[in-house]
């Protein structure tokens, strides 16, 4: 599965805008409020309209806060309307063959039609009929993860050993949770001990389990060998320079980046369990990630992106971030930048900017503290007017104020050192 293009109609902030997409990675940035997270929900319901035709699975319907509402002045009253219909269309491929489909939502209280999404219902229900058949045929593996995806409610995180259950061994588990945007570490845990045990009765890891572990391991930095350990009931990983450390006493961006890949190696490996080691590299699908560099130390956000290109090639990602050095990692042409309006844009530039040119011409962000800003600016501007006497006292009140040297001070005083000498040859 792959998205080519999205329209959304009275979908949240959008009155109507049609998006495209690059084939393999999407980062959606833009100010607060611009509708980054909308539009990542716009695609989860979209993209769940595939469930129509998957058994069991939930397809997400458009909901009432989905609507989109208008604010009007009536007399001295306002009065806030909700606007109809509520459509999200999107086009794509699917089992290597162009569709398109849509689902709609015409007022309060009616419900999601289907009827717009047989395209998608009709792939997704043969799909299945081969999977009970026993065919070896390639499913597309889906799944959204939000902010909170880790922690929304509290979660068992060793997988709670006592609570067992029998695995079902049907392919379709693969799609299980994939658009709760939250991560069951729980069932995780669950998979990956019984993967062990099956390991330690065969005498080698099946192939599934060998590839989750590897993609762990790919996407982890100084990670040197992923396991599952049978005595501490959990996922424990070797860290270049500090040992082995068990997955609950990680931090938080490490459990959050673990959870994540994990999640997508092992529905990947359920899904498509024919492809053997090479489950992650040909497994298509569509993974969409709400603030990709949540509690992400600077340096590995540096190389996040190309991490998940490199683990993933053949999933289509669309995240959201507010990262600069994600921003600043990321073709021009994979990202898509929002404005207040809705409407998007390519940047002009991304890939060789630093992180303070990011904040400034892309963000619009201030790259310094507002105070030393306003500093500097009056320092400019008494060098202009040749006032060195008062530029130099103020240069003696910012380097007690800021504790320490600023190149922009020094620069200040190397100006004026060369003025003096002109001077003084005069």
């Known amino acids: 599965m792959k998205i080519e293009q999205l329209t959304l109609t009275n979908f949240r902030g959008f009155e109507k805008r049609t998006f495209e997409f690059d084939q393999q990675f999407n980062l959606i940035i833009g100010n607060n409020a611009s509708g ?90 043969n799909l299945s009929k081969l999977v009970q058949d026993g065919a070896s045929v390639l499913l597309p593996f889906f799944s959204h993860y939000g902010t909170g995806r880790l922690w929304v409610q509290p979660r068992d995180m060793r997988g709670n050993p006592s609570s067992e259950k029998k695995a079902s061994e049907s392919r379709l588990e693969g799609y299980r949770f994939s658009n709760d945007p939250r991560i069951e570490i729980a069932e995780l845990m669950r998979w990956l001990k019984r993967e ?74 359920i899904l498509n369990p024919h492809l053997g080691e090479s489950v992650l590299s040909k497994t298509p699908g569509v993974v969409l990630i709400d603030e990709i560099d949540l509690h992400l130390h600077p340096r590995w956000q540096r190389h996040l992106v190309e991490d998940l290109k490199r683990t993933f090639p053949e999933m289509q990602f669309f995240a959201t971030t507010h990262s600069p050095q994600v921003i600043g990692e990321t073709p021009r042409e994979q990202i898509i930048q929002l404005d207040a309006d809705g409407d998007w844009k390519h940047p002009d530039q991304t890939i060789g900017l630093s992180s303070d040119e990011v904040l400034e011409f892309i963000m619009d962000a201030s790259t310094r503290n507002e105070g030393s800003q306003e500093d500097l600016n009056r320092l400019e501007q008494l060098l202009e007017d040749a006032n060195f006497e008062d530029a130099r006292k103020l240069l003696h009140t910012m380097r007690k104020k800021y504790h320490g040297e600023l190149a922009d001070i020094s620069a200040a005083e190397g100006y004026m050192a060369q003025m003096d000498v002109l001077a003084e040859e005069k």
């Not at 717009?116 to 219902?121: D, E, F, N, V």
């Not at 762990?216 to 860290?239: A, D, F, N, W």
């Open 36 to 125: 980054k997270t909308s539009l990542i929900e716009g695609l989860e319901r979209a993209c769940s309209s595939f469930f129509l035709g998957i058994g069991e699975q939930h397809a997400t319907s458009i909901g009432e806060d989905d609507i989109r509402r208008v604010a009007r002045l009536q007399g001295d009253v306002i009065t806030i309307e909700p606007q109809f219909p509520v459509m999200i269309e999107a086009t794509g491929t699917l089992t290597n063959q162009k569709i398109t489909w849509s689902r709609v939502l015409e007022g309060i209280g009616r419900r999601t039609t289907s009827k717009g999404a047989k395209s998608i219902r009709g792939k997704a229900e």
């Open 196 to 269: 062990r045990y099956i390991s330690l009765e065969k005498g080698s890891d099946r192939l599934g389990f060998k590839a989750a572990k590897e993609g762990v391991r790919s996407c982890l930095p100084g990670c040197v060998s992923v396991e599952y350990s049978v005595i501490e009931q959990t996922l424990v990983m070797e860290i270049e320079g500090k040992g082995t450390q068990p997955f609950h006493l990680l931090s938080d961006g490490q459990r959050i980046m673990i959870g994540l890949v994990a999640d997508i190696a092992i529905k990947a490996a």
